[in-house]
């Protein structure tokens, strides 16, 4: 059964700082994702990780994947308050003849305080 | 174009009533997907269609849970006999083909009391 472990559960940060928040998962991934989801909302699509070495930016985020090490990082650069959010990554594997699904982490509680 | 609509936004129970949420994913995508998130949780898969055909449906915690998408496109996730523990907020998702990415709704929550 494929698990997907984050941490931390919760980070508060100041602004300014740099962070870094760690996926690991149990089994061959076909892709990752990182989702941000703000309180009472929907996921919305950050990065989208396909092979190893694979490294993507926006802004103050940027997401890496070692897939030997079955680990993804979303680093953060210089925090400031619109970054607060509850951040998801997600494994995609595909199964025989019944096609793919996304195994969530548990999330990390990100608060940017002044 | 509009991205994937869920309805009702917010559904309230009580315990041992039937409801039916409804999905209408992203016109064209093949793929049609349903999670479950408990508060605090991240989202967990349900079930998955590719056009009509429930290809997946692993996740479906109990037998009161049923999903169909009978033309290929929307799609009505039905709890039967709602208990307390189906409390939670229930996203659909849509791609346009297998493991392409996913878009998800804004999510029906419901609370069965």
């Known amino acids: 059964e494929l698990k997907v472990e984050q941490n931390p559960l919760f980070l508060s940060m100041q602004e300014g700082k740099n962070y870094t928040i760690y996926c690991n998962y149990s089994t061959t991934s076909d892709r990752l994702y990182w989702y941000r989801q703000d309180p009472g909302k929907s996921l919305e699509s950050l990065f989208v990780l396909l092979s190893n070495g694979a490294v993507k930016q926006e802004g103050r985020l940027m997401a890496s994947l070692d897939t030997k090490a079955r680990l993804s990082t979303l680093h953060i650069t210089a925090a400031v308050h619109d970054l607060s959010a509850t951040y998801f990554c997600a494994v995609d594997v595909i199964y025989e003849s019944s096609g793919d699904k996304l195994t969530f982490g548990t999330g990390t509680r990100l608060a940017v305080r002044p | 174009g509009a991205g994937v609509s869920q309805s009702p936004r917010y559904k309230v129970a009580k315990r041992g009533q039937d409801v039916a949420l409804r999905c209408d994913p992203i016109s064209g995508h093949v793929s049609l997907f349903w999670y479950q998130q408990a508060l605090g949780q991240g989202p967990e898969f349900l079930t998955y269609f590719q056009n009509e055909a429930q290809l997946d449906k692993s996740g479906l915690p109990s037998d009161r849970f049923f999903a169909e998408r009978p033309e290929g496109s929307v799609s009505t996730l039905k709890i039967q006999r709602t208990q307390q523990e189906d409390s939670a907020v229930y996203l659909c998702?849509?791609?346009?083909?297998?493991?392409?990415?996913?878009?998800f709704g804004p999510g029906t929550r419901l609370t069965v009391l």
């Open positions: 998702a849509s791609s346009a083909l297998t493991l392409g990415e996913q878009f």
